[in-house]
């Protein structure tokens, strides 16, 4: 066997050894490595062979300079000459190039939006003034274990303490956020992000009022500008007043100017005053819990090394504050505003804010498709190398290098992806003037970052792409290329090509299964009408006023079939109370619903024991209850059955006697786990009034009907009513998102048809002759076309069948997420399955149609 | 009388060239002299002192016609030039001037 020396060792000497000798000295060496092997074995040989080669080394004794002068790789004549030829062959096979550009270009868009992504992370709140003065203060809490948890918030007293207790601190602010406020205008029930904030934080941070003024008293809010929009349109919304069901009404002193949310951690639909967060709260919770996020603006020339050193020192006082036990305690830690987005590890309590790890294997995601689509580059010019091997045999004979033949096959797959670029840059345009994407902001401030960051992508895209065909074409060897005797590159004996097809089927088969399951949950979530029905039932809120002359109107229209009333309609969070069994139980919390009878048989709830809530016109609130089998089981009080009379407590003051007990049903989030509800009749509670109505009804001349029954009652305000199945279907139905992801998921497909159409034209163009000769002896097109498509149709079946699997394990694994779901929908999946198969066969059968097509006597004219 | 200094490495490999006359190139050379010797001889120290001692003029050289082996590279055949035979001759003759000058009792007791 023919041994071959490191090679590493002979570059070194022909870098550095005396080049008038260098002929013979390899040839003697090699000669000397063939004897080594022979007689000590290989690795001495290799050993002896480096060692006497390092000794000729004479790095310094001569110039190197060759007596011919060499071609210089990066001449510009070379450069124009690399593009020519890489326009000629891109020119010269359309369809190739095509299919490359086309991938290339439809898979950059999302990787380019990614990107736009992570330059916006690194721009968030960027905007307001001396903002390199600012600091958020972390919490390092440390447990009796020794474990560490790192905040991002801090306690809610922290901030008040530090501004009075050092000098050196211009300003510091306190921020408490509730993300899961609810407000009704009288007319529209919104869920709203809140913050509670004390007035320094509009001086810290830039939200510019668009009029009215910073709320100051409890009880005032400020809204945003969109959110002042959705409550009041036009109308000024200044001394207006919006409820919340537990804290009662906040008066509007003002309006912030538009800002863009996705740019700021301090994303919000409201602002409170912090005031009206502490009055209620407890005096010791203001140093334990970690709620608040404290930011302090140091004054000009303060160090942050500095001010973290007074933090060390409040850390130890707080923690004597605390009596905290030993080993225990709380560390404070300066953080600077810049430094918050992204984080560097991951923080607790941090909203809004990702870190850099998460950030980073998001893009990875982002990146899938782009990979297929490279693959696709990859496999196709790996395919066609044959064409081009005759090329890079007669330009080795004349002389180039394995380098420059490695420049000309990058130069080339550059040139494409930055043809693709432009392209991609084209989608981006279209994608952000026609669909909006939630998830990303299109204001960068540094654009130029981003377009040298597109433009690096890209480049590292081209090199990758082209960094194994370029490799693998390099290394033929002229001699074997001009003789023929060489076959089409492929890595191994199972088929790179093969395999990558298979890869890509079943990476885009996977991928369209996830959407079609999250869109089989979202279709769930939208039209769900298993929880509570919601088809056909109108929701009209209520004033304060008596209802009963308006309702006994209403009962008259002829489409109106039932009419029930709640303190809340289902789809928003209820209060909570306390229920327990005796009143020296410990509490346990549910949600209340003031309800009636009519308002239980309107949602549908199943009643697995006992009855509904009795049929009365009462005014006053009365002692029965109906709860869901929840309750039961967290009161232990046994089987649905045995709950039927038993006594509750609700809220320490009312016992109330259990008369049915509904099944478990969502009420409002799908992947909040079931909690007790609890129904009373409370008139004095209801807000809604809920309509059953025939199924065909007109619903706009039925609103019109009610609304001038509403006018006749109500005069002065006007009738605010929303049809429950259009309102939870606005809300589950993310239609711009699905838009989107749908659209990733059509380009996935696409990237991974272009692949098959790539290699299908060119192994069909290999077998010209074969379907010459096999028609010729006799074949009937249909068995030409069974042989030709055999190979392909095994490939998909293979993909199908690693596949589905996944497909499934993704659905249960998004279901694991959910509480009520949908289960898995082997109906959808195997409508895509069928959708993706049907349109890759027919591709598959189009072409060999076409070539079995072909007139033989064409084909085979040659022979 | 000027004489060319000869070092002892260089004067054997001087010698093995001699010896293999128009076989004598960098591989031959290596190998006759650990087979004569039967010291283990780098191929780089060979190789130096071939080129030192062609420096000399003590040897020439002219390349081989191109051969299916050693992926087709030269050898190059060294031969030793008249200056280099006289110095082997002189090197000898130092050498017996000395040997002969010995005591008798001295080579008697070096086992000669």
């Known amino acids: 066997m023919q041994h071959t020396p490191p090679r590493w060792v002979r570059t070194l000497l022909r870098w550095w050894a005396d080049p008038n000798t260098s002929e013979e000295v390899e040839g003697d060496l090699l ?98 003034q001396d903002s390199d003065r600012i600091v958020r203060i972390i919490t390092d809490e440390k447990q009796e274990d020794g474990e560490m948890t790192h905040w991002a918030s801090s306690p809610v007293a922290l901030g008040k303490y530090i501004k009075e207790k050092w000098v050196g601190v211009e300003q510091s602010t306190t921020l408490v956020r509730d993300s899961k406020w609810v407000l009704s205008s009288g007319i529209k029930t919104k869920n709203v992000r809140a913050i509670y904030a004390d007035a320094a934080f509009f001086q810290v941070f830039h939200f510019p009022l668009e009029k009215g003024s910073y709320p100051v008293e409890a009880h005032t809010v400020v809204l945003t500008h969109e959110t002042a929009e959705w409550f009041f349109k036009e109308v000024n919304p200044i001394g207006r007043i919006l409820e919340h069901p537990t ?34 709260s407890d005096k010791a919770k203001e140093w334990s819990e970690l709620n608040a996020h404290t930011f302090v603006k140091l004054s000009k020339g303060r160090s942050i090394a500095s001010f973290n050193k007074q933090l ?81 045999g007669v330009r080795k004979v004349a002389g180039a290098t394995k380098s420059q033949i490695i420049f000309q096959f990058l130069t080339e ?54 960094a194994s065909p370029s490799l693998v074409l390099s290394s033929y060897q002229p001699v074997k290329v001009l003789k023929g005797t060489i076959s089409p590159a492929s890595f191994g004996k199972i088929g790179f090509r093969k395999s990558l097809i298979i890869v ?68 928003n969070t209820p209060p909570y109370i306390e229920i327990k069994n005796t009143k020296n139980d410990a509490p346990k919390p549910a949600f209340f619903y003031a309800a009636d009878r009519q308002f239980i048989d309107n949602m549908g709830l199943k009643i697995v024991a006992g009855k509904n809530l009795p049929e009365t016109k009462s005014e006053m609130a009365l002692p029965m209850v109906v709860v869901n089998q929840k309750a039961v089981e967290h009161l232990h009080l046994g089987a649905d059955q045995e709950a039927i009379g038993k ?44 309509l059953t109505t025939s199924p065909a009804t007109d619903r706009a001349s039925l609103e019109a009907t009610l609304a001038s029954l509403w006018k006749k009652h109500h005069p002065y305000v006007e009738m605010n009513a929303s049809w429950l199945d259009t309102d939870m279907y606005e809300r589950y139905y993310p239609y711009e998102d699905m838009q989107f992801a749908g659209m990733q998921s059509i380009v996935i497909f696409v990237v991974a048809i272009l692949g098959l159409i790539g290699i299908l034209t060119y192994s069909l163009e290999k077998r010209t002759k074969e379907i010459g000769i096999r028609k010729v002896i006799g074949a009937t097109a249909e068995e030409v076309m069974r042989l030709l498509a055999a190979d392909f149709i095994k490939l998909l079946s293979i993909a199908a069948v690693v596949a589905v699997p996944l497909g499934v394990a993704i659905g249960l694994y998004m279901n694991s997420y959910l509480v009520f779901h949908n289960g898995v929908s082997y109906f959808t999946m195997a409508a895509l399955l069928l959708v993706v198969l049907g349109v890759s066969l027919a591709i598959v059968g189009y072409f060999s149609w076409r070539a079995v097509q072909t007139n033989p006597a064409k084909s085979l004219k040659s022979e | ?72 590279r030269r050898k190059r055949f060294f031969t030793v030039t008249a200056a280099g035979r006289k110095a082997l001759v002189e090197v000898k003759q130092v050498r017996e001037e000395l040997w002969g000058a010995l005591p008798p009792q001295t080579l008697q007791l070096m086992g000669g």
């Open chain 1, 247 to 280: 804290y009662g009404g906040f008066k509007v002193v003002g309006v912030l100017k538009p800002f863009n949310q996705q740019k700021t951690q301090f994303r919000t639909d409201v602002l409170v005053p912090l005031a009206g967060y502490s009055n209620g």
């Open chain 1, 504 to 571: 890509q089927f079943t990476i885009a088969l996977v991928y369209i299964f996830f959407i079609g399951h999250a869109y089989h949950q979202i279709e769930y979530m939208a039209n769900d009408n298993v929880n509570y029905q919601r088809e056909n039932r109108l929701n009209i809120h209520l004033t304060g006023t008596s209802n009963e002359r308006f309702a006994a109107e209403v009962s008259t229209v002829k489409e109106v079939e039932k009419i029930g009333y709640t303190s809340l309609s289902f789809g």
């Open chain 1, 31 to 128: 000669e000397l490595y063939n004897y080594w092997v022979a007689t000590v074995g290989e690795r001495k040989a290799n050993w002896k062979y480096t060692l006497n080669a390092l000794k000729l080394l004479r790095p310094f004794a001569k110039d190197k300079q060759s007596q011919y002068p060499t071609t210089y790789l990066y001449s510009p004549t070379m450069i124009r000459n690399y593009f020519k030829i890489a326009f000629r062959n891109a020119l010269k096979y359309k369809l190739f190039s095509f299919i490359n550009l086309l991938g290339l270009s439809l898979a950059l868009p999302s990787a380019l939006m990614a990107l736009i992504q992570i330059v916006s992370y690194y721009e968030y709140d960027n905007f307001h």
């Open chain 1, 312 to 392: 060390g020192a409040t850390s130890s006082e707080v923690n004597k504050l605390l009596n905290a036990a030993a080993g225990k305690g709380l560390a404070f830690q300066a953080q600077t505003l810049g430094d918050i987005s992204p984080s560097e590890n991951e923080l607790k309590n941090d909203p809004y804010v990702q870190d850099v790890r998460s950030i980073y294997i998001n893009f990875g995601f982002q990146l899938i498709i782009l990979v297929l689509a490279a693959l696709n580059y990859i496999n196709l010019t790996l395919a066609r190398s044959m064409n081009r091997s005759r090329e890079v």
């Open chain 1, 647 to 690: 006594l509750i407590v609700l809220n320490d003051t009312v016992s109330a006697t259990i008369v049915g007990v509904v099944a478990n049903f969502c009420h409002y989030d799908y992947e909040h786990k079931i909690e007790p509800v609890v129904f009373q009749y409370q008139p004095a509670a209801f807000r809604v009034m809920c």
């Open chain 2, 1 to 72: 009388m000027k004489r060319t200094f000869l070092g002892e490495f260089e004067e054997i490999v001087l010698l093995t060239v001699a010896i293999l006359g128009e076989e004598a190139y960098g591989v031959t050379v290596t190998q006759e002299l650990e087979q004569k010797t039967g010291r283990s001889v780098g191929f780089s120290t060979v190789h130096t002192t071939l080129q030192r001692l062609e420096e000399k003029g003590f040897l020439a050289s002219q390349m081989g016609g191109a051969t299916a082996e050693r992926g087709g």
């Open chain 1, 413 to 466: 797959s550059v040139l494409i992806s930055y043809l693709a670029l432009g392209m991609g840059l084209f989608l981006l345009w279209m994608i952000k003037t026609f669909i909006h994407v939630s998830w990303l902001t299109w204001e960068i401030d540094h654009w130029e970052y981003l377009i040298l960051l597109f433009l690096a992508f890209n480049f590292v895209l081209g090199i990758v792409a082209g």
